[in-house]
């Protein structure tokens, strides 16, 4: 693509050069005169339109190529097609339907005779003339003559433009009550606007990249001469928007580098040493990897902002209980912030387990506490004693003074929001520094797709499992066959294993579900599994209770857990091996991995029943993915794909802003180069100096400015 390549594409007369100056206000006002239209553009997708500068922004997701007129004579049934014909006579069409109003031309072109029909739409009765000359979009209907069901006409040599019945016609995200064709309408009005916003590509980076300006992008996005100008159009839009959002990002997150420092933590020494000897295990090479990047930011005094991926049972534990040891090694505290209880009591046992051996001091700290318990805690905590501390939200709380905190890891970072997160990382500022902080997370995104959502992260990723790990079993079965299913879970019970049973997903209410919950371990108990220990789980009962179901669970009491999707995340039970999820197509893909990542956690083959008849494509797609891998980063590109970038929880949560041109399941590339050029950027003008950078930042804050805080000029 060159910049040429988009010249030409303008409408007559000329174009203004794009500014540097602050808008002009003809881009601030409202986008259409009258408020009911305001209120409908305001609706849109995927940002709302609010001023002239939003409705340039709002470019066709694709165009009708209708570039070619046929001739009526040539017409096949069924087909549709573009015609330009002569009106010779109009009428209305008697009908024995009361509420059918049929309007009919006869017409002309130069191949012959035809007939082209309205429905319900008398008022053209009046408005068509003979003589006229029309262009129409519609299809060939009967087989008598020429017949054409018109979906829309222009008349030809009139005072407008023919746009919507032939050449490219964009097709605008629309709504029901307003058209894409109202919108294109509207768009054209303003069309010679498109060279007032200044372009916040500094133009270093337009040359490098072979980028056209930004107005020539956005007029070639409306009014493409043909669809590769209108692609690569298209892309330029996006490229700006991905830099505008990494520059911010970038940007924030630098501003914090320099506002706060870390204690720099040096090299691993003695404690740490011990510790590996003390492993029953290798550290895969992935955990070595990730451990390598995290010693590298502790040796910093710039506090470290670290993602960990790493699919369920890659064995994050291990790569944050050496990242807390590094604070205890120096004297320090390490916390480490789970979201739920259950994930915090699990969280207690692994890194108790670990850290027994070396006697390092853990403190758990949950809202379930008995008070004198907690007191204690809060004590030891404030002493700054060298020590690792486990919770919840409880770690946050206003009470809880960490004597010397150096050290956080947060746990299914994407549950917690950013005011958590940072309450947590406030917590040793006291002493005057900040924590490093890791946080973890087992959702798996795409690696180029992480750095976009994350780009004020650094990220590590775990992409391997321990070894000697075997890969569970799934099966799509159909409900018809559910005896069959229970039968083989009563033969792997009667061997001493254990079951999950996952109750269908039931979206009115918690309590609907809880309900449904109990009456499907009814049902088991006195139907397919009578005879055998059932427990209940859901989100409904208090955290105590659950917690003792899990304990009984966990101890081999119970012999199957019924329970929703509440066991999706941190439980651990080696001896469950298999797993039945009742109406598997109606959860989602993430969801799914996630339950099926509570088996195959011990030596034993394990199983995965996926209980569905799929009815939808997207089911029959995602059940499929799940019987063909047991990937996770496999599986969240099928999800990406189906989805799109909105599907990914961790995407969700992040802060990131609807993004209007950029797709990041297909722009992957563009995302990673967007990033390399506003880091060079940044780096050329940390403080945002530059003129150019001035215009970015502006138009940064334009674009998002509503929801994301960054892009503050130091
Ligand atoms: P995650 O939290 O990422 O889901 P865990 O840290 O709970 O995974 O690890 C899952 C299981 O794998 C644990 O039982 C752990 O002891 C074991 N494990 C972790 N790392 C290794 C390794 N390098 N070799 C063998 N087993 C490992
Ligand atoms: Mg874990």
């Known amino acids: 693509m060159t910049v040429r390549s988009f010249a030409g594409s303008q409408p007559e007369g000329e174009l203004p050069e794009p500014k540097t100056a602050p808008r002009p206000s003809h881009l601030s006002a409202p986008a259409a005169p009258d408020s009911r239209t305001r209120g409908l553009l305001a609706g849109l997708r995927p940002r709302p339109v609010r001023d002239v500068g939003d409705l340039l922004e709002h470019v066709p997701f694709r165009h009708d190529d209708f570039r070619e007129a046929s001739l009526l004579a040539d017409l096949r049934i069924g087909e549709e097609a573009t015609v330009e014909v002569t009106v010779e006579g109009v009428r209305v069409r008697p009908t024995r339907r009361r509420n059918l109003v049929i309007v009919e031309a006869r017409v002309r072109d130069e191949s012959g005779p035809g007939v082209v029909v309205w429905f319900n739409q008398r008022y053209l009765a009046g408005q068509l003339k003979p003589g006229m000359r029309l262009s129409i979009r519609g299809e060939r209907r009967g087989t008598v003559g020429a017949e054409i069901a018109a979906k829309r006409h222009e008349v030809l040599g009139g005072a407008d433009e023919v746009r919507h019945t032939s050449g490219l016609v964009p097709v605008y995200h629309s709504s029901e009550k307003l058209t894409s064709r109202r919108i294109a309408d509207l768009v054209s009005a303003q069309l010679g606007h498109v060279g007032d916003p200044p372009d916040a590509l500094p133009a270093e980076i337009r040359e490098r990249r072979s980028l056209p300006l930004r107005r020539d992008a956005l007029l070639a996005s409306h009014r493409p001469r043909t669809l590769e100008e209108a692609g690569a159009a298209n892309r330029r839009l996006a490229f700006e928007e991905l830099f ?11 501003e914090l580098e320099r506002s706060t420092i870390a204690r720099a933590l040096g090299r691993p020494g003695a404690l740490i040493d011990r510790f590996r000897e003390s492993l029953p295990f290798q550290p895969t090479a992935a955990q070595e990897r990730a451990i390598a990047e995290i010693d590298a930011d502790l040796d910093r005094s710039v506090p470290m902002q670290r993602l960990l991926q790493g699919d369920v049972g890659s064995g994050k534990t291990l790569v944050a209980v050496h990242t807390l040891l590094r604070a205890v090694e120096r004297e320090g505290q390490g916390a480490m912030m789970a979201p739920t209880e259950t994930l915090a009591s699990q969280h207690l046992l692994g890194v108790s387990a670990l850290l027994e051996p070396l006697g ?10 008995p008070a004198r318990e907690r007191r204690a805690a809060l004590q030891v905590i404030e002493s700054g004693e060298p020590q690792v501390v486990v919770g919840t939200h409880a770690l946050i709380q206003e009470a809880v003074v960490f004597g010397r905190l150096e050290v956080a890891v947060v746990d299914e970072q994407h549950r917690f929001g950013v005011e958590q997160r940072r309450a947590l990382e406030a917590k040793a500022r006291d002493s005057g520094h900040a924590p490093h902080v890791l946080h973890m997370t087992a959702t798996p995104i795409p690696r180029t797709l992480a750095l976009t959502v994350y780009g004020d992260l650094d990220v590590s990723v775990l992409d391997e499992l321990p070894p000697g790990r075997r890969p569970v079993v799934t099966r799509l079965v159909p409900r018809a066959r559910r005896d069959e299913v229970f039968a083989r879970m009563r033969r792997l019970l009667d061997e001493g294993r254990q079951a999950y049973v996952v109750c269908p997903l039931v979206s009115e209410s918690p309590n609907a579900e809880a309900t449904a919950a109990e009456t499907e371990a009814a049902r088991l108990r006195s139907g397919e599994l009578a005879g055998y220990e059932l427990g209940v789980m859901h989100g409904q009962m208090p955290a ?11 101890s081999g009491e119970l012999a199957v857990l019924v329970a929703t999707t509440v066991i999706e995340v941190g439980v651990d039970v080696p001896n469950a091996v298999i797993m039945v999820i009742e109406e598997a197509d109606r959860f989602g893909l993430a969801q799914l991995h996630q339950l099926r990542g509570r088996v195959g956690r011990g030596g034993h083959e394990s199983f995965c029943i996926l209980l569905a008849d799929p009815a939808g494509d997207d089911a029959v797609t995602r059940l499929a993915a799940m019987v063909r891998t047991t990937d996770g980063f496999e599986l969240a590109e099928v999800d990406l794909e189906l989805r799109g970038e909105g599907s990914l929880l961790a995407a969700r949560q992040s802060g990131i802003p ?12 563009l995302a990673q180069q967007a990033r390399s050029e506003a880091k060079r950027f940044l780096d050329a003008d940390p403080d945002l100096r530059s003129p150019e950078a001035e215009v970015m930042a502006e138009e940064a804050r334009r674009m998002f400015g509503e929801e994301v805080e960054w892009l503050t000029r130091a």
Not at 245 to 253: D, F, K, N, P, T
């Open 360 to 369: 390092v001091r853990v403190t758990p700290l949950v809202q379930a506490m």
């Open 658 to 669: 609807d993004l209007r041109h950029a797709r990041l399941s297909q722009h992957r590339r």
């Open 544 to 554: 105590a209770e659950r917690r003792a179901v899990m304990e009984r669970f966990r």
């Open 244 to 254: 505008l959002l990494q520059a911010g990002l970038i940007s924030h997150r630098r």
